[in-house]
């Protein structure tokens, strides 16, 4: 069983441009949340996508948004690139349906450098 | 604004030690606690969680403590072990499975 798989592990992008990041959740999940964790910081929750919707926001400029596909697969896009960006993405599935059942899986994340 | 935090950056224990690791957290109003741990390179890591109804939940050699009264949440790890070492994350549910994190606490363990 695949757990949450996130795509690339690793990217450098510069200043003003745009990225985008892939996600696929754990099978039989399909709820997708993105965390932003900068160095030694803890993941902050960027937002989280339930039925291709965005449900739940956290704080974070509308630079950032994010899409999910039929097959519960996510994409997290941010615009404008700022050195401020540079972080490890993570991508966590859970189930939607009846609440939060505790556990949240996640990804290994994505490498973000802006040069 | 309300957030959960840890009063130790870095723990440092030798082998077969006990490791307690501390959290501290401002919403009174939360009711449901997780602990993660991260090692480098990786995703967090479920470890357990506890609901505000409960004191204490114990796992395979960990147990979470929660005294609601002081708003404190503490990781107990028995008998240590070098795979043990990361960094560990107390984190609350906000509603929907988001969840707002502490800052973290690295555990060194020593053979």
């Known amino acids: 069983d695949a757990g949450v798989t996130q795509s690339p592990t690793h990217l450098i992008k510069t200043r003003g441009q745009q990225v985008t990041l892939r996600c696929s959740p754990k099978s039989g999940h399909d709820t997708v949340s993105w965390y932003q964790q900068a160095l030694g910081q803890g993941p902050q929750f960027i937002f989280q996508?339930?039925?291709?919707?965005?449900?739940q926001r956290g704080n974070f400029p509308d630079r950032f948004s994010g899409h999910q596909f039929p097959n519960y697969s996510s994409e997290l896009n941010v615009n404008a690139l700022l050195l401020g960006d540079s972080a490890l993405y993570l991508c966590?599935?859970?189930?939607?349906?009846?609440?939060?059942?505790?556990?949240?899986?996640f990804g290994e994340g994505s490498r973000l450098t802006v040069l | 604004g309300e957030s959960v935090g840890l009063h130790l950056p870095t723990l440092s224990v030798q082998e077969g030690d006990n490791s307690i690791i501390n959290c501290a957290y401002s919403?009174?109003?939360?009711?449901?606690f997780i602990w993660y741990k991260q090692e480098s390179g990786k995703g967090p890591q479920f470890i357990i969680d506890?609901?505000?109804?409960?004191d204490k939940r114990q796992g395979q050699r960990v147990t979470v403590l929660l005294n609601k009264t002081v708003k404190h949440l503490s990781l107990q790890i028995a008998a240590t072990q070098p795979g043990d070492s990361a960094v560990y994350f107390c984190a609350e549910n906000m509603g929907y499975s988001t969840l707002t994190f502490g800052k973290g606490t690295m555990l060194l363990v020593s053979p």
């Open positions: 996508y339930y039925e291709e919707e965005e449900r």
């Open positions: 506890i609901r505000s109804n409960m």
């Open positions: 966590a599935s859970s189930p939607g349906r009846g609440g939060f059942s505790g556990e949240l899986f």
């Open positions: 919403n009174s109003a939360s009711d449901y």
